[in-house]
């Protein structure tokens, strides 16, 4: 027998969990929250995820290698999102010669 | 130490299945461990693949918000949201399907395995019956795009993007299932040991993997706003 199987309740628990976060979700979009409406979606979803990484996918009970691989992905995630909004954010702060 | 030496008497299983521990591993502990590892690593690269289009969303979400908003309405909010508990329950079924396999029973897990190839299967059916409205309703974009709105042709950015996502994310799923029909059919031959079910695991991440998507998806794109 390996030495870290979970209960079942355990799956249940994290399920019913996930459900109420969906619950949750598209009754704030139905919320007038003005521009924080988005990032308490996507909280919402962050949670939800965590939730599926750590218990479903094992990554809590795991060795300590499997977070470092999922955060540096995340980081090069991070990355990719905030160069993207530099280059757009910025964009016409100094004018362009020629045009 | 000598391969003999630590072969077990599932190595020499009448099933005829590969040994239980590869002999390039030296315990069941350090072959779990590489399979994980390696797992991920795809999965990390499969989330700066689906972190491109995510990116090209926020942007185009950010330049024109009101388009966006306009257009995610005409998406089922009744439709989406069953999807999600769908999916989300499939990836239940899936993780008990994996916690059979750690528990050594192949047969509990088939079982598992067919329920998420049913939700996995009741999902691809909804999303589509959604394709198919968006079609009759010209929502798709081209030439026959048509979009009651001030600026449809931004509209069209929000349904390229819609296609290109949840079509990905099909893709994904339509793989998934394929892996997780072979995985039940193995499982259900005892092919899955406590000590080396590494196969049904990974299986396991993959999906998971996919649910985590959606868990994404559904809030941007059939949430904005809907006050």
Request: proline share 4%; glycine share 8%.
């Amino acid at each position: 027998m390996p030495a870290h199987v979970r209960p079942v309740k355990d799956y249940i628990a994290v399920f019913l969990a996930l459900m109420a976060f969906t619950a949750l979700t598209v009754y704030a979009s139905f919320v007038d929250l003005g521009p924080a409406s988005t990032f308490v979606a996507l909280g919402i979803a962050a949670a939800k995820a965590t939730l599926v990484i750590l218990y479903f996918m094992h990554v809590k009970g795991s060795t300590r290698l499997v977070p470092v691989v999922i955060l540096s992905g995340l980081f090069f995630l991070f990355i990719l999102f905030l160069f993207l909004a530099a280059d757009y954010g910025t964009r016409g702060w100094l004018g362009v010669p020629g045009r | 130490m000598a391969p003999d030496a630590r072969a077990t008497p599932l190595d020499s299983a009448a099933h005829g299945h590969a040994a239980a521990l590869a002999h390039h591993f030296d315990s069941y502990e350090q072959q779990k461990e590489s399979a994980t590892l390696g797992m991920w690593t795809f999965l990390v690269t499969e989330i700066l693949f689906f972190g491109g289009l995510f990116a090209a969303y926020g942007l185009y979400r950010s330049l024109y918000p009101e388009v966006f908003r306009a257009a995610s309405h005409t998406l089922s909010i009744q439709l989406g949201t069953f999807n999600t508990v769908v999916l989300i329950a499939s990836s239940l079924t899936m993780a008990l399907a994996v916690r059979g396999g750690q528990t050594g029973k192949g047969k509990l897990s088939a079982l598992f395995l067919v329920l998420t190839l049913i939700l996995g299967s009741t999902f691809l059916v909804v999303k589509g019956f959604e394709y198919h409205e968006k079609f009759v309703e010209h929502h798709v974009p081209g030439a026959t795009f048509h979009f009651e709105g001030p600026d449809a042709v931004h509209a069209q950015l929000f349904f390229s993007l819609y296609f290109l996502m949840t079509g990905l994310h099909a893709l994904h799923m339509v793989v998934g299932i394929v892996l997780v029909a072979y995985v039940a059919k193995r499982a259900a031959g005892g092919a899955y040991t406590p000590e080396n079910h590494n196969f049904l695991e990974g299986t396991g991440l993959y999906w998971h993997f996919v649910d985590l998507v959606w868990i994404f998806l559904f809030p941007l794109l059939y949430l904005i706003g809907r006050h």
